[in-house]
Every structure is written in structure tokens, then in C-alpha cells.
T-cell receptor, first 116, second 115 residues
């Protein structure tokens, strides 16, 4: 119930195209859903995040779509660029409540290659 | 603002040895979480420290331990190293208050190789 399932494992997109990565979760207690971008040799960088009270959040070319009833969320990268080539991780976290804490549960990652 | 820093960046150890990794969070952040990243298991939560207390622990053996100091800097220790401990160890810091309470920012990691 703590798992977050991510697909696809790898993705090849042409420059200018739309990259779509999907994640599904089981634990309805999760209430924070971030996406991280990781380049080789670097730590994951927080890209965009959403709470379940909204269905969509957009920041620049990156959009999260959230479907609470289906327990699914996805990352859309519009106008994909070669510089977007990286590994993307979705994650989920339980509520941060008083002195207790939430831990990030990560999906397995998607390696995105954007071809020029 | 400086980001999360981790030292050392690379480490090679022999089976049976122990190792200590260090993490300095973003200034003002009081929570530090540790994660292990491997090709097979992905990113897995180790533990979190907040106000010098361990708040949550992942499913790792007792050989993995940590602590946090009064300045929020954190260390993690792995004793009796095994080959399977070879991984990228990532530290993430969080403000843990206000509208950004959930946001975790990662350091570059320490690449540990056990031979």
C-alpha cells in the first residue's frame, strides 16, 4: 500500500513533442505529490508538486495532472527539449502532522531522452 | 542561499568497515532526511531527523544509524559494511513549517563503493 508505481520505464520523444509520465498510488493518506528531475551525477531536483485539493498545476512547460478518484497523477512536459533529457521520479508523502513526519515514497523512475 | 551540501562526495570502503557521511542542510531548514539510491531498488527512505530527534525510520537494518546536531547538520553511519551497501546516499533538507513544509531539497549525494 506504500508503493508508487511509475510508467513508462523509459521514454524517447522528439524535440518539441510532449512527454508524459504516469504514476499510480494506493495509499489514500498520501497528500503531497512531487516530481523530481535527476541528471547523471546529481541529486534529484524538485521540479513541481501538487496537493490533492487541485486537479492540475502548471509551471512553465511542466504540468501535473491529478486524478484523486483514480489515484493517479502524471507529469506532462510540453515542447520537450534535449536539455530535458534526464531521469524523472514521482513521489508521494503522507501528511506532516505535528511532531510526526512524512517520508517520500518514490516511483522507480523514467529515463527521458529528447531527440534533437 | 546555499543548497544542501554532502561530504565526502565519493568514498571507497572495504567490507566490514564502517563509514560516516555528513550533510549540511539549507540554512534555516531543521529537518534532514536520508535516502539510499541504487539501480535495483531505486530511491528508498532511510530516516529523518528533526530537532535532533529521529522522527521516522525506513526498512533498513540497525547497521544504518544517524544523528542530528543542534545546528541541524546530520550524519549517517553504516557499520559492518556489506557489498550491497554500495549506493548513492542522498540527504534532503526541509523547512518543515509553513506553506513549504513538505518540500524536500536534495544534496548531490555521497557515492559509496564497498569492495
Amino acid at each position: 500500500q506504500q508503493q508508487v508505481k511509475q510508467s513508462p520505464q523509459s521514454l524517447i520523444v522528439q524535440k518539441g513533442g510532449i512527454s508524459i509520465i504516469n504514476c499510480a498510488y494506493e495509499n489514500t493518506a498520501f497528500d503531497y505529490f512531487p516530481w523530481y528531475q535527476q541528471f547523471p551525477g546529481k541529486g534529484p531536483a524538485l521540479l513541481i508538486a501538487i496537493r490533492p485539493d487541485v486537479s492540475e498545476k502548471k509551471e512553465g512547460r511542466f504540468t501535473i495532472s491529478f486524478n484523486k478518484s483514480a489515484k493517479q497523477f502524471s507529469l506532462h512536459i510540453m515542447d520537450s527539449q534535449p536539455g530535458d533529457s534526464a531521469t524523472y521520479f514521482c513521489a508521494a508523502m503522507s501528511p506532516v502532522v505535528s511532531s510526526n513526519t512524512g517520508k517520500l515514497i518514490f516511483g522507480q523512475g523514467t529515463t527521458l531522452q529528447v531527440k534533437p | 542561499k546555499a543548497g544542501v551540501t554532502q561530504t565526502p562526495r565519493y568514498l571507497i570502503k572495504t567490507r566490514g568497515q564502517q563509514v560516516t557521511l555528513s550533510c549540511s542542510p539549507i540554512s534555516g531548514h531543521r529537518s534532514v532526511s536520508w535516502y539510499q539510491q541504487t539501480p535495483g531498488q531505486g530511491l528508498q527512505f532511510l530516516f529523518e531527523y528533526f530537532s535532533e530527534t529521529q522522527r521516522n525510520k525506513g526498512n533498513f537494518p540497525g547497521r544504518f544509524s544517524g544523528r542530528q546536531f543542534s545546528n541541524s547538520r546530520s550524519e549517517m553511519n553504516v557499520s559492518t559494511l556489506e557489498l550491497g551497501d554500495s549506493a548513492l546516499y542522498l540527504c534532503a533538507s526541509s523547512l518543515k513549517s509553513g506553506s513549504t513544509a513538505y518540500e524536500q531539497y536534495f544534496g548531490p549525494g555521497t557515492r559509496l563503493t564497498v569492495t
